[in-house]
């Protein structure tokens, strides 16, 4: 019996199913009980246990991500991927973790040796754009499920996506830079790595976020003018920020999740009328937001897209259903009087 046909008898959708199953909240006693009755009724997972057991079926998936020691923020999508493992470990899944640090030489090293490997599925964090299409070409010949995280490249077809819309969480930093304002404005772009960007290396979340801010001042040209610079800089350069590159700045939008680079320096230099948006729900990040430095964070969910990415492998190999190729998260916007542990 698969979730849908569950649904079907307890008359709910197959996500409030799924919900119930691996206990995700959101769904309402009397559900749980209606669906967990037929769950009990059909003896469900104990089917698809046993049903792998005899058939001695195995299921590796190949994760290729960036390694977690370069940013606190690729910790999350690891702890939601090996989460999922944890779960799904019963029915005879398993991950081999490939991890790749910040620079090309290093993502084709480790995308190579995942080439030669055979495995069921592929979780894939494609930070850089050339290279990671160019393996994706390769990779599709296997003929198995790849799912994106992070970031989505969307012109190579027949691949799943769990993650934001970096276009548009850009196009919305375009909104909330620009609210409110009646004259004219100066904004910069920051672009914070470990190394410095080139044409050879375009990070894609650098990419569909800077060409949906820009999209958000094309779209609307009634706006006061928008004067927009774009810097980058290396994380480990503490020097490379000085006070005159914010001289006459309204507004500031980081790229990634270290705004709070940017913040402290706003802060220890008290400098005043700098509407700051950047990424996620670091620590460094809270404290910021918390003390006003920080205006905007887009939280775009790290954590669960580790997660989804497996629960999505596991409904297409597992379970054999048809399921959804692009989940996109909701963009949250957080503020300091919104946001909640």
Same mark, same amino acid.
């Given at each position: 019996m698969t979730i849908k046909e569950i649904a079907k008898i307890a008359n709910v959708s197959p996500g409030t199913v799924d919900r119930?199953?691996?206990?995700?909240?959101?769904v309402s006693k009397e559900n749980i009980e209606k669906v967990n009755a037929i769950i009990k009724e059909y003896d469900y997972t104990k089917n698809i246990f046993a049903s792998n057991l005899v058939l001695n079926k195995k299921y590796k998936f190949a994760v290729l991500i960036l390694q977690n020691e370069e940013s606190e923020y690729w910790q999350a999508p690891l702890i939601g991927l090996k989460k999922a493992e944890e779960e799904f470990t019963k029915f005879g899944i398993r991950l081999d973790y490939y991890f790749y640090k910040f620079n090309i030489e290093s993502f084709n090293?480790?995308?190579?040796?995942?080439?030669?490997?055979?495995?069921?599925?592929?979780?894939?964090?494609?930070?850089?754009?050339?290279?990671?299409?160019?393996f994706l070409t390769e990779f599709k010949k296997k003929n198995i499920p790849i799912v994106l995280i992070d970031s989505n490249i #969307? !012109?190579?077809?027949d691949l799943a996506f769990v993650g934001q819309d970096s276009y548009k969480s850009g196009y919305l930093a375009g909104k909330l830079i620009s609210y409110d304002r009646?004259?004219?404005?100066?904004?910069?772009?920051?672009?914070?790595?470990?190394?410095?960007?080139?044409?050879?290396s375009k990070t894609i979340f650098n990419l569909q976020k800077t060409e949906g801010f820009y999209s958000y001042f094309k779209d609307n040209p009634f706006l006061p003018k928008f004067n927009i610079k774009e810097l980058s800089i290396k994380d480990t350069d503490k020097n490379s920020l000085t006070t005159a590159m914010f001289n006459g700045v309204n507004g500031v939008f980081v790229l990634n999740s270290r705004v709070h680079l940017i913040a402290k320096f706003i802060k220890e230099n008290s400098l005043k009328d700098i509407r700051l948006v950047g990424y996620d729900l670091l620590d460094q990040n809270i404290?910021?937001?918390?003390?006003g430095t920080i205006d905007f964070l887009i939280n775009q969910k #790290? !954590?669960?897209?580790?997660?989804?990415?497996?629960?999505?492998?596991?409904?297409?190999?597992?379970?054999?259903?048809n399921v959804k190729d692009s989940n996109y998260n909701t963009i949250e916007i957080i503020i300091k009087e919104n946001y909640e542990k």
């Open positions: 119930i199953i691996h206990n995700r909240g959101q090293k480790m995308s190579r040796k995942v080439l030669k490997l055979d495995y069921d599925g592929l979780v894939l964090a494609p930070v850089f754009y050339k290279q990671s299409v160019a #969307p !012109e190579i077809s009646k004259k004219e404005s100066n904004v910069l772009i920051f672009k914070i790595n470990s190394e410095i960007e080139d044409n050879s404290e910021y937001l918390n003390d #790290p !954590e669960e897209q580790g997660y989804l990415s497996i629960n999505y492998l596991y409904k297409k190999l597992v379970l054999k259903e």
